[in-house]
């Protein structure tokens, strides 16, 4: 019998306690500013047109999701936590972004619904990563893209350092995006900022 090493975990931040409270509003409005860019890489690397409906998983305060509409896609920001749903709120009315309350794990869309699923810095956070692709699965119609963004972290990151993928993770979430039904899986590192990061891109057959 030979041992196969253990596929590396990718949700290594799911006991995470969640983006609650002052400190939750704070990190929100953080994530305002820091999103744009991660948005903008978004639409780039999805290439989204004013056809597109973008599901924003794990939206944080929908930053993201408010890029796709300047390229005049219509979009969804799916968010569990209310402080960021609530900062979110203050900017969604003029963008046309609509926000709902929900996880990766169930998300409050109908079947075939979306035509890009982007899940940017969150899945790292996620408590069952395989329900997540399932869900994301579910509700991209035919030919629709996944993205998920994730930033370049040393094996020996610890700390708020340790939340992004190492080179092995974002592999196995290739992996895990295969198994669940994807095709065409590829792992990309991207530049944003001064941050590299990995980009793991999908279709749903
Ligand atoms: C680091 S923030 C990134 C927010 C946003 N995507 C961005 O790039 O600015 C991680 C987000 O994932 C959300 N999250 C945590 N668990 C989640 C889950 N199970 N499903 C969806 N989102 C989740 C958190 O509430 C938080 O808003």
Redesign the pocket.
Known sequence: MTDEPAAPVVNHHADHP??SGVLGILCALV?AV??RR?GRLAVELTGVTADDHVVD????PG??AREATRRGARATG????AS?LRVGRMFARRSGVTLREG???ALPLPDASATAVWA???VH???DVGAGLAEAHRVLAPGGRLLAVERQVSPDATGFASHGWTAAQAQAFAQLCRTAGFTEVAVDSERLGRREVWAVSAFRP
């Open positions: 969640g983006f994530f820091t999103g991660s998983v794990g939206c944080g930053t993201a799916v968010e569990p936590s960021m996880g990766a794990e940017l810095a969150t956070h996620w408590p």
